[in-house]
């Protein structure tokens, strides 16, 4: 049996432990793994055919991010595509050098050439995420249009169970003025968060809104004004409709094709309850507890979800956060990091409230304490689009390569009005001098 016969079958049955490419952040590590073991014997023997150069990169990046590391074969993608052009060499390195390397207009190069070129269009979507970071860096209108029409082709990415179309038409940028639109919300609940803004600019334009959601957005959305009905995921069958739509896909047709497009504080959460230590809702009033004689409160995040391809990069490692925090400074910290069991240490245990979090049961109750804080110190999750949508100043400890949603950090976009700091990395995975910025500004916050 010869090489190419063996090389053949080892992927093949590699393949087969994987199945479609874009499934893979869904495998448990070991299936990786024994795929991997394949692909590494099959470049063994054939170390410099383009495809299987390809294959054990790709294999070697994803058990890479899986446990929390960095992409790890650009080099092995560079050597394939030296030797023959492949789409799926141009796609693994389009990621690497938009995610990892910050270089967004290579990387949108790439991406063309691999999915519009080639006609690789499980690329689609992260062409489409490359394009929006693109039009963060150059505020062009024509490529925010470009980077959301190809947003669009996120199928797997998004929350959504159902098939939107079979309830109504799908919304495509016609007039809403008396029509009964659906919106389902998809994505993160920080995506679905910020994107509430479009309900109230559909509500702004005649539409009644109607909302589908989880249980853990149902309060929230129940509360804003500018939404009508409120349902739970499932449930949508049998509405009377005009209209219906992702939340995510009402970018491409609410034109947000500017920078300077800012938005007010959006969420209006009435102001008669709080979370305090040890306290159930709602024992405790803002109006009678913002008149106490107290220290300044400060809420922390630091972690987010973590998935392959966006792994954790962006979460600061919370030792080295508590270890930077003035605790000296007058300053009280509440943790909004809900489910956090792990040891802290005795110095830390005076001056933080790691209970109040735990009595949040839904985002309605999260932003009630979000309100309690007079700022909200977090990365780049659930957290940054929440206090500032609440208009909480807000400071953003964001990792060197920053998501689309805030910009490179050379060039960062805000979507709030709310007062913002930001803090990043100047290279990925240092956090030190990110952390000593951030306790310097927090003494100065608090002296003031």
Not at 62 to 85: C, I, N, Q, Y
Not at 218 to 242: N, S, W
Request: negative net charge.
């Amino acid at each position: 049996m010869n090489k190419a016969t063996i090389v053949n079958g080892l992927s093949n049955e590699a393949s087969r432990l994987l199945g479609a490419p874009d499934d893979l952040q869904d495998l448990p590590i070991e299936t990786l793994e024994k795929a991997g073991e394949l692909l590494e014997e099959a470049y063994k023997l054939m170390p410099d055919e383009p495809k299987v150069m390809t294959n054990v990169g790709h294999i070697r990046d994803e058990l890479s991010l899986a446990k929390g590391g960095p992409f790890v074969s650009l080099d092995l993608f560079e050597r394939s595509l030296a030797t023959r052009v492949t789409p799926e060499a141009l796609l693994n390195k389009a990621r690497i050098i938009g995610i990892q390397e910050n270089d967004h207009f290579q990387s949108l190069e790439l991406y063309e050439r691999a999915v519009i070129q080639q006609g690789l269009f499980r690329g689609a979507y992260g062409m489409g995420v490359c394009m929006l970071m693109c039009a963060c860096r150059t505020d062009d209108p024509d490529m925010w249009r470009r980077g959301w029409y190809w947003f669009e082709h996120r199928k797997g990415k998004s929350a959504i169970k159902e098939e939107p179309r079979q309830w109504a038409a799908l919304w495509r940028g016609e007039n809403l003025n008396g029509k009964r639109l659906l919106i389902i919300m998809d994505f993160g609940l920080g995506d679905q968060v910020w994107a509430l803004r479009w309900v109230k600019l559909a509500k702004a334009h005649g539409a009644t809104t109607i909302i589908l959601c989880d249980e853990s957005m149902k309060r929230l959305c129940e509360e804003q004004p500018y939404v009508d009905e409120v349902h739970l995921q499932g449930t949508g069958e049998g509405m009377e409709l005009d209209y219906v739509t992702p939340v995510m896909s009402m970018g491409t047709y609410m034109d947000p094709t500017s920078r300077e497009k800012a938005v007010e504080p959006y969420l209006h959460v009435p102001p008669d309850e709080v979370i305090w230590r040890g306290h159930e809702l709602p024992e405790l009033r803002v109006a009678s507890w913002h008149l106490q004689s107290r220290p300044k409160r400060v809420g922390l995040a630091w972690q987010g979800s973590v998935t392959r391809g966006y792994p954790s990069w962006r979460n600061v490692p919370v030792q080295q956060l508590l270890e930077a925090l003035p605790l000296d400074a007058g300053i009280e910290y509440v943790s909004l990091q809900k489910g956090w069991d792990q040891p802290l240490g005795f110095r830390f245990h005076d001056k933080l409230d790691w209970n109040s979090v735990e009595l949040c049961k839904d985002l309605y109750d999260t932003t009630q304490l979000i309100r309690s804080c007079d700022l909200v110190v977090t990365i780049g999750s659930l957290m940054s689009m929440l206090a500032p949508a609440l208009g909480v100043e807000t400071w953003l400890l964001n990792t060197h390569n920053s998501a689309w949603q805030f910009g490179p950090n050379e060039a960062p976009v805000s979507w709030f009005r709310t007062p913002e700091v930001r803090f990043y990395q100047t290279e990925q995975g240092n956090w030190y001098t990110v952390l000593a910025d951030l306790a310097k500004q927090l003494r100065e916050w608090a002296s003031r």
